[in-house]
């Protein structure tokens, strides 16, 4: 699209073609349809039905969406007053609702016609004209965009050495489906501060693999305490079976993972799972999993509030029964924390009901919460259409512990259950392939992406009415949000790698009215008033749920041979962390299909194990070897601090480096992380004293102030390095021997590294407008690479 304006094509007129035949005559009246005052009873088994009232008007007042007319009746069940023994095996009583689709009525009789369906229609969002813009590059098959609801809160002013500007505009967080990453771009839209890093979690073969979907809770003010606000936690939808980067047959052990963006309270680390100091790569650490929607594609944050701690979540179980996906509510209640792998304290809903069909590997589906409404929304790729749901309707049926026999702790405080007759409609169908929503601020209009059209549709939310239709030019959209400051909308795009904007160049003069029949809406509530104050066009009055009482067996059992519940004692004791799971240090029967659990070196401790993937499990920059810190996390053995002020060289778990043992090995890119008020450089040696500055790719001056230096160590390096460090006492000097004789300088010395651009930690680690004074910022890319290279 290049960023050329186009102008929005409104929707044509909304007149009834002649050739074109409703299903149902709409109703031009707006009396409200009233059933006789002394209803006649007719007695069917005791069941008490009155007469139906007459049609209500059509729901849409024009446009070519057809809507819905509907009647009503009252229907009393009197049938347990009069003795019936157990009316669990009566038959449901006759509906109280009828319903048929309509078309709406001719312009003549339709209100608010020109600004609701006319040539005055106009998308807030989109404006008269629009345009189609990148914002921000160099993704890694990007899948979902979510906005962070406090920008800066997560970074603060400075972090991995870099400075951020907390307060420039807003803060967008992508996540990466191909390196299992996500990519904070932080200021966005600010010229002067914009800048992307990337952060993984150090287990990220489990906990982030293949993530497809992101939301924030956004809620504040809930009302909650504060140690119960769950403002600013995050989940991800992981869509994977739970194979370890192909190293592992799957086990279906799998689904979404809860995260705290606050950076303190041991929710952001290090390696070696310690607080992450400013200049150090940061890791996330979850707070919560769990385990019960293997290959997830979509999820959303619900708002409400009247659970403890809001941390409920609504995600696309597209695993499911095996033939179809399946709609979860999961609640994690009170999240276990960072460290902790207790998860006997959650409740999942499965709804059958709610069949979704995903589509092609890597699409990504769009779920939605409505905060006034209190439906779910839900595009379900595979079928070509999005699917609306009460959020608050249903009942329990029974446990879903025995149809669905993998799940995350066996105690009875975790509840697991299947939930029936929940109100649910289609709520737009026809379309190819969508993916990412997103719902606009005031909650009036829900945009729908089409995956490889690139088309966005726009709906009325009150009626499902099309509004329009956007081509973007782009052929693999992903997920969509709508900025909570500017009110722009993004969406990712995996093919170019992009975050694209779609602005309005030219805002609405005026505000649309709505398709809204005001004659429908009276009906609506004359039937709730009259038959059910919870009355509800999606429901279907004649479910009837049958709730079993579980039995006591079923939690006792858990599958056993995968996941955290492992038969194995050396895994894991009644208190969740076991000293004996030291023994699984030994085992090394990796073997894609042996019998050694790696969810149980999970549990057990391990981030470094030789049976982990890629490079044992750990993320060490190029060359380096991992030594497992169990419970912790991990050290890489080419990692060092360098305390610039007391000039003393330590290891990352604080304990002293044997400068006389020390010896850099050719092949291997050393991270000296520097702290404290100097500057530290590196140089070859001179005649016993300091020689002039050995050239880094990518950093310029060869230096680091708080911040990491990258080392590569190649065939060419010098016998000895020199880390030269000044402060206000003035110069020293640490001296670092290199294995081996360098071999000679050729003509011209091979600088350059094979061009990739992908990283095991993420793309985007700096950008073209990153604000930082450090001197090693190019640095990051360089290491970035030769990491990707150790990752392959």
Known sequence: TGGKEKDEAPEPTATQPEEAVPTAAPIKSTERPT????????????????????????????????????????????????????????????????????????????????????????????????????????????????????????LLYYSEGRDFNPSAREEAWVVNGNNHSVSIVASLGDRDHQTTI????RGYYHYMINATALSFNTVSGSGRDSDKDSFGYWAVCNDNNNDYLGSKEPNYFMGPTLYNSDPNGGNLVNRVGDECRPGEPCFFLHADMLHESPSCIGIAHDPETSTAFGNVYWAFDATGNRENGQLVRFDFQQPHGPGSMDHSVA??????????????????????????????????????????????????????????????????????SIWECVDHKVFASGLSVPSGMALSHDGERLFVAEHFTGKIHIFEVSTGSRLSTIATGYESVGGMAIAPQSGVLHFVDSDTNSLVAVRASRQCSSPSGSRLSAGFTAAVEEAKERIDSEFSLMRNYACQANPIVPDVSFFDQVHVESGYADDDPNVQSSAGMDDTASLLANRTDCERDSPLNFDALLLGGYYCHQCLPHNQGAMCDFGGKCSNVQWRGYTCDNEFMLDTTTRTLKAVNGSSVDMTSLRLIRGVTYRITAVGNGVVSIHGESGGGIGS???????????????????????YSPSVVLLKIENGEGVATISLSVLGDPDPLPSKSPTSLPDNDSSPFSPNNTSPAASSSSCWLGQVVFSLVWAWFNFL
Not at 198 to 201: I, L, N
Not at 352 to 371: C, D, F, M, S, Y
Not at 696 to 713: F, T
């Open 35 to 154: 059933p006789t005052e002394h209803p006649t009873r007719v007695v069917s088994d005791q069941c008490e039905v009155g007469e139906w009232s007459d049609w209500s008007p059509c729901s849409v007042e024009c446009g070519d969406t057809p809507g819905v007319s509907f009647r009503w009746r009252e229907v009393l069940d009197e049938r347990t007053r009069i003795g019936v023994a157990d009316e669990n095996k009566l038959s449901p009583c006759p509906e109280p609702v009828d319903k048929r689709e309509c078309l709406a009525p001719t312009l003549g009789v339709a209100r608010n016609v020109f600004s609701a369906c006319g040539p005055d229609l106009c998308v807030p969002e989109l404006g008269l004209s629009y345009t189609v813009d990148a914002v921000q590059t160099d993704f890694d098959s990007p899948r979902d965009v979510a906005f962070h609801p406090a920008p800066g809160k997560h």
């Open 198 to 201: 990337s952060r993984r979690d």
């Open 693 to 715: 500055t050995i050239s880094i790719p990518g950093n310029d001056c060869n230096c680091a102030s708080k911040g990491p230096l990258l080392i590569p160590i190649d065939r």
């Open 347 to 416: 409740a999942i809903r499965r709804y059958p009901e709610i069949k979704l069909q995903r589509g092609p590997p890597g699409v990504h589906a769009g779920v939605v919460v409505h905060p006034t409404r209190r439906e779910v929304y839900i595009a379900s790729p595979g079928a070509g259409m999005v699917i609306v749901v009460g959020a608050d309707s249903g009942t329990f049926a029974r446990t879903a512990r025995e149809e669905y026999p993998i799940f995350s702790n066996r105690l009875p405080s975790f509840e697991y």
